[in-house]
């Protein structure tokens, strides 16, 4: 998977006697993984530093690029979710993952196997990615 740079944003700059500091949030696909966004920073941090060697440190945030998904768009796939709390937890992970592997185990109990699944906030609203296995004579439709 290739991962680029979306866009950045807040590119604030302070000294401290004749150091340079700056801070610049970028923005990554929200679905990319953390070792993928933070190679993308690492990348941001050493242009920088090349471009503009008068700069002692780059502190890096990393920020999910929510524009791609709107809060209507969300709504028309029915990805209601529930409102993220102040401490961005809103329901037990084990509580999804158990409602998602038995859905699944009953409707399909022996097409697929749950892989993995992973937890997106988006616009306070979960959004679920999951992986599943199944045989290679599995139609789907």
Known sequence: MSLSLQGCHRLRGRRAGSSLYLDVHIVVDPFSSVSAAH???ENVRHQIHKSHPEVSEVFIHIDPAYFQFSPSTMDQLGLEGCKA???NICVDDLDIDAVVYNTLSTKFPEKMGVE???H???HGKI???VEVSMSPDTSIR
């Open 39 to 41: 190679g993308v920073g």
């Open 85 to 87: 709390h102040s401490s």
């Open 116 to 118: 993995r699944i992973t």
């Open 120 to 122: 997106h906030l988006l």
């Open 127 to 129: 959004l679920l990615e």
